[in-house]
Structures are given as C-alpha cells and as structure tokens.
C-alpha cells in the first residue's frame, strides 16, 4: 500500500529528529527513537487496514443482501406476470426489482381501474402486465424526452400492451404554483382524466430542476380518487424526502408507509 502525505510528512520529521540526535552524539538514544518510530508508524498502518477490511466486509455484506432481495423480487414478478418478451434491464434509471413487486402487490391487491405514471420505462411494463392479470384498468404513462418515448412506445408493443398502456409524450411546460414557476408535463394531456386510483411519481428526470417532481401532488390531488395511492420512488435522494415532507404538509389526509427498497420507496394512501 502506498504511503500517504501525512505518513511520508512524519517519517520525515523523525528522521529528521534521529539526524539531530546523530549530530549531537548520541547514537544509541537516535537509533532507539528511530526503531520505536518505525514500529509505532506500522501498528498505526496495521489499525486503519484492519478498519478498511471492516468497512469493506460491511459493504460486501449489504451487496450481497441486496443482490439477494433484488433477484428474489425479480424471480416472484416474473412468475406472476404473463410475459411475452424480455423485459429490459431494472437497473439505473429503471425502476428497481424491489419497488416493481411492490406496484405489482398493490395493483392485485387494490385492482385500480386508472393508473398515472410520472415517468415511463420498464415499471410501465410491469404495470401493464399486472393489470392484464387483473383484467381490467388502463395505465397513462407520462414521458417528456422524446428518445425515452420512442423506446418506450417500441417496447410496449413488443409486449402487446397497447390496450392497457397510453404512452403520451407530452413535453415539459412551464406552470405556475402558488407564485413559483415549475417544468411540469404539458397538463392539456391528461386534462380529461377523471380519476385516478394510483399514481407512480417517477418523473420528470430529477435534474430537471430542484424539487422536480413536487407538481405532481398540488397538480393532481384533485383528481385521485377516495382510496387512491401514490407510490413515490428515488426517497434515498433528498429531494424526494423533502417533497413527500412538503406533500405530507400540504395534505394532512395522507398517511405514509415506507419501504426499504434500494432506492427507498413511500406509498401515501388518500
Ligand atoms: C427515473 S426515470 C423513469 C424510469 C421508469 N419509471 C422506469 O421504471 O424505467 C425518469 C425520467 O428520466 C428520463 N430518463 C430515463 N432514462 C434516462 C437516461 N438514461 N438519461 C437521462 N434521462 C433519462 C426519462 O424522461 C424518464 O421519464
């Protein structure tokens, strides 16, 4: 391993203090210092090696959970939903496999008739499927970048759900709320939606500006329905914590239920 700065800085002053004890005669008194310098600079290496292989177990074993948890999600969804094709990759921007089973939980369990989506990809896929098992509700998915459309759109008919899933590319627009401008989906498509029983905020792209995705809630509050649910993903980021906070504010009749995914989840229920 190579030695940092700091270490070189005080090998240096003790050979520079041993040079003056050598100078002044007193060699022994030198080489002693010199030794016990050595063995105390290597019992200082030795402690922070043995720190980087704690941390290092640690990570590996947080990896590996989940690795774990991550493939028993993927392994339960692909078992339930009928595929037709392969899905793409649940991974980066892609909505994890441990938040996919959840939206495939709570669409079984809740039978929702509308489904929105802020941000389309491979969870409109899993949705898509998960209301074809249910044989009844329709997702809109909301996509503002127009190459993530196209792949999107070119997916969703390689899986057949056409006739569950409305992929509508509707370009980001600025909006006022409460004074404050934001870049929201142009709202003129979904206007006429009339309710909606679960909302997946997964968009707009987070960088699109701070807070990005809190429209979603003051925009769209009206239109759920009495027992709807959101489902929020990215809550490890704090934006998102600080959304759902603000939301939480906003509208005291939510109550919030977090899930330790990997990119940390919350379903507000209405
Ligand atoms: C978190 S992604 C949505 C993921 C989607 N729900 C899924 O499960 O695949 C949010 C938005 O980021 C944008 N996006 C997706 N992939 C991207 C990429 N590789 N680079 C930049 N933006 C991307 C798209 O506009 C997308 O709607």
């Known amino acids: 391993m190579s030695l940092k700065t700091k270490d070189l800085l005080i090998l240096v002053g003790l050979l520079f203090i041993a040079a003056v004890l050598f100078l002044f005669s007193l060699s022994l008194i030198a080489i002693t210092f010199l030794l016990f310098s050595l063995l105390a600079i290597q019992f200082i290496h030795y402690r922070r090696l043995q720190r980087q292989a704690k941390n290092a177990l640690i990570e590996t074993k947080k990896n590996q959970e989940n690795f774990y948890k991550q493939t028993e999600s993927f392994t339960n969804i692909v078992k339930v939903l009928p595929l037709i094709a392969p899905l793409p990759s649940l991974r980066h921007f892609a909505v994890s496999p441990d938040l996919a089973k959840i939206l495939v939980d709570k669409i079984i369990e809740k039978q929702p008739k509308q489904i929105l989506e802020c941000g389309s990809g491979v969870s409109s896929l899993i949705m898509g499927y998960a209301l074809k098992l249910n044989k ?13 459309y196209s792949k999107n759109q070119h997916e969703i008919k390689k899986h057949q759900l056409e ?6 590319h509707a370009p980001l627009k600025p909006i006022k709320i409460e004074d404050k401008e934001w870049q929201w989906y142009d ?14 905020v997964d968009g707009p792209f987070f960088k699109t500006q701070s807070l990005a995705r809190y429209p979603a809630l003051p925009l769209l509050f009206d239109k759920l329905s009495p027992n709807a649910i959101i489902v929020v993903d990215d809550m490890i980021r704090p934006d998102e914590q600080q959304i759902v906070q603000k939301w939480l504010k906003q509208f005291p009749q939510l109550k ?3 899930f330790p995914t990997e990119k940390g989840t919350v379903v507000l229920y209405k």
């Open 136 to 148: 009844q509700g329709s997702l809109i998915s909301l996509e503002s970048d127009e190459e993530c």
């Open 163 to 168: 006739g569950v899933v409305s992929l509508i």
């Open 187 to 200: 709202t003129a498509f979904y206007q006429s939606l009339e309710t909606i029983d679960l909302l997946f």
């Open 256 to 258: 919030a239920s977090t």
